[in-house]
Nanobody, 115 residues
């Protein structure tokens, strides 16, 4: 059974930082395209950052220069380092692993940016 479990969310002040982590069981992350999505209240889920099997990365324009996606093969995790957080980054953040028709999601972790 495949499970993706996110952690690291919480409440942070504007300008602060958080590091999200997604731990996978049942799959080897390095064999999949990995991504972080987010969904704010009343909005559609949107792609935040993606890291492909081939090693390329891409980011939503709104987070470029502030967020960094990375993976730890030894721990079988994918991480999202978030800096200079803004109130508009507030959302539930979801981890995704995808390859062809295989598509797995975590349950999400809440990130709230507020003073």
């Amino acid at each position: 059974q495949v499970q993706l479990v996110e952690s690291g969310g919480g409440l942070v002040q504007p300008g602060g930082s958080l590091r999200l982590s997604c731990a996978a069981s049942g799959i080897t992350f390095s064999l999949y395209n990995r991504a972080w999505y987010r969904q704010a209240p009343g909005k559609q889920r949107e792609l935040v950052a993606r890291s492909t099997r081939g090693g390329s990365t891409n980011y939503a324009d709104s987070v470029k220069g502030r967020f960094t996606i990375s993976r730890d093969n030894a721990k079988n995790t994918v991480n999202l380092e978030m800096n200079s957080l803004k109130p508009e980054d507030t959302a539930v953040y979801y981890c995704n692993a995808n390859f062809g028709i295989l598509d797995y999601w975590g349950q999400g972790t809440q990130v709230t940016v507020s003073s």
